[in-house]
C-alpha cells in the first residue's frame, strides 16, 4: 500500500503538469499538482526519502577491502672516533617501502547483520510515512484554501446581490422623497445601509484576495499570480462510521507509521541480543616490502606474499553491558507498542468525534438551504410591498438582514462540511488517493 502510495505521489510530482496558466480557471486537482511540485515542504521532505533510500544497503553482508602504502627515507651522516683521534664514516641511506592489501569479511555476528538490513528497510518505510505524511497535510491545506475560496466567492455574490437590493431601495425611497411621499428620514436611512452593504463587500473582496494569496503560498506561485477558480462544493456521498473506523486502522499514516516504529524496536532488540554470540571473521592480505640500504653490503631486501585466516571470538563477560542493553531495547519495544496502542486510540477518538461533526454538518447544510429558500421568498415579497409603500424601511431592512444572514448560515455549513469530509478522508489515509480520482 505505502510503495503504491509513494509511485503514485513520485508520478504527481514529476510526470503532471499544472495545465493552468495565469488568468485561466484552475480545478483542484491542478492546484494540488502544482503545490506538490514546488512546495518547499514536499521537495525538503522528499530529499530526506532520497537520505533514507541511500541508507538501504548491502553493506553489512559484504566485506571491506582496503590498500595501504608506506614509504620511508632515511639518511644518516655517520662518524666514528678511535683512540687516536682518527675519525671514521660517511652517509648512510636507505627507503623502505611496505605496501598490503587487506580484505576483511565477517561471517557470523549472531545475525546482527540480518537484522541490520530489516532495521534499515523499516527506516525507510518510516521515511516513506514521514513523506507521504507531508503529501497528505499540504494537499489537505490546498483542498480546505481551495474550498474557502469558492465559499468566499459566494459570499461575496450574495453581498452584491444585496447590495444591488439597497441600491434599488435606496432610488424609490429617494424618488418618493422627491415627490414628496415620504420623509427625508428614509431615504437618509437607506443611504446609510447602501454605504454599510458596500464596505461589507469591500472587505468581502479584500478577505478573497488574502485567500488567493495564501493559496498561492502553498502552491509555491508568484503572490501576484491571477488564477481563477470557477467551482462549486459539492458533498460526496455519505460514509459510515464503520467503513471509516475499519479504513483507518489499515491505512492511517501515524497508525503505519507507529506499526513501523514497532517493528524497528524489535530489530533493536535481537541487535542487542547477538552480542551474545560469538562473532567469526574472515581475513586475507597480501603484502609487499621493500628495503633499500646502500650502506649495508646486499643492495636490496624485498619480501612479499600472501596471508590468511579466521578470527573466532566468544564474549564471556563485558560488566554485563549486554544486559543492560537488553533490558533497555525490551522497555523501547514496549514503548514502541504502547505509541501504537495509543495511535489507534487517538485515530478511533478522532473519528467518532469528527464523524459527529460530519453528519451534523450535513444536517445543517439542508435546515439551513431551506432556510434560505424560505429568506428568499420573504425578501421578494417585502421588495414588492415596499415598492408599493406597504411596508417600512426599518421592516424591510430587517427582512433583507434575515436573508442575508440564512444564505451565510448556509454557506458557512456546506464549507464545514466539505472541511469535515475532507478531515476524514485524511484521517483514514484515503486523501491523496480521493483527490486524484475526482
Known amino acids: 500500500m505505502n510503495k503504491r502510495y509513494i509511485t503514485l505521489a513520485t508520478v504527481l510530482i514529476l510526470g503532471l503538469k499544472a495545465g493552468a496558466q495565469e488568468s485561466e480557471p484552475v480545478t483542484l486537482q491542478q492546484c494540488i499538482t502544482v503545490a506538490l511540485k514546488d512546495n518547499y515542504s514536499v521537495i525538503i521532505s522528499s530529499n530526506e526519502l532520497e537520505m533514507s533510500k541511500n541508507n538501504v544497503t548491502l553493506a553489512p553482508f559484504l566485506p571491506s577491502l582496503t590498500l595501504g602504502s608506506k614509504q620511508t627515507s632515511t639518511e644518516l651522516n655517520e662518524r666514528s672516533y678511535n683512540q687516536q683521534g682518527a675519525v671514521t664514516g660517511g652517509i648512510s641511506k636507505s627507503t623502505t617501502v611496505l605496501s598490503n592489501a587487506t580484505i576483511n569479511w565477517r561471517l557470523f555476528d549472531g545475525f546482527s547483520m540480518f537484522a541490520e538490513r530489516d532495521k534499515q528497510i523499516e527506516l525507510l518505510r518510516k521515511g516513506e510515512y514521514a513523506f507521504r505524511s507531508v503529501v497528505e497535510n499540504l494537499v489537505m491545506d490546498v483542498s480546505a484554501q481551495y474550498f474557502k475560496i469558492i465559499s468566499l466567492q459566494n459570499r461575496v455574490k450574495l453581498l452584491d446581490e ?8 435606496y432610488n424609490q425611497a429617494l424618488t418618493r422623497y422627491r415627490i414628496g411621499k415620504d420623509s427625508g428620514l428614509e431615504y437618509k436611512q437607506a443611504k446609510i445601509n447602501l454605504n454599510s452593504d458596500s464596505s461589507q463587500l469591500l472587505l468581502q473582496r479584500e478577505n478573497l484576495k488574502n485567500a488567493y494569496i495564501e493559496l498561492y503560498r502553498l502552491m509555491n506561485v508568484s503572490t501576484g499570480s491571477k488564477y481563477i477558480i470557477k467551482d462549486t462544493i459539492l458533498p460526496e456521498p455519505v460514509m459510515s462510521l464503520d467503513y471509516l473506523l475499519g ?122 438551504r431551506e432556510n434560505k429558500e424560505t429568506a428568499y421568498f420573504n425578501l421578494e415579497a417585502a421588495m414588492e410591498k415596499y415598492r408599493l409603500g406597504g411596508l417600512s424601511g426599518i421592516e424591510f431592512r430587517d427582512i433583507q438582514l434575515s436573508y442575508l444572514d440564512a444564505s451565510d448560515r448556509m454557506l458557512e455549513a456546506v464549507y464545514q462540511a466539505k472541511i469535515s469530509e475532507i478531515t476524514l478522508h485524511l484521517l483514514i489515509g484515503d486523501l491523496f488517493q480521493n483527490t486524484l480520482q475526482r
Do not use: C, H, W
Not at 444585496?162 to 431601495?169: K, P, Q
Not at 514503548?335 to 461533526?357: A, I, V
Open 162 to 169: 444585496l447590495l444591488g437590493i439597497s441600491d434599488t431601495r
Open 247 to 368: 479504513k483507518g486502522m489499515e491505512n492511517n499514516t501515524s497508525v503505519l507509521a507507529a506499526k513501523a516504529g514497532e517493528r524497528v524496536a524489535g530489530l533493536d532488540l535481537k541487535i542487542a541480543k547477538s552480542s551474545r554470540y560469538p562473532v567469526l571473521d574472515l581475513s586475507a592480505g597480501y603484502n609487499y616490502n621493500l628495503y633499500d640500504n646502500n650502506y649495508y653490503p646486499s643492495k636490496f631486501d624485498r619480501y612479499n606474499g600472501y596471508n590468511f585466516g579466521l578470527n573466532l571470538s566468544v564474549p564471556l563477560f563485558d560488566g554485563l553491558e549486554v544486559n543492560r542493553k537488553i533490558k533497555n531495547a525490551k522497555i523501547l519495544q514496549e514503548n514502541s507498542r504502547l505509541n501504537l496502542e495509543r495511535e489507534k486510540q487517538d485515530l478511533e477518538s478522532n473519528l467518532r468525534s469528527l464523524y459527529n461533526l460530519y453528519i451534523n454538518n450535513i444536517r445543517m447544510v439542508g435546515f439551513e
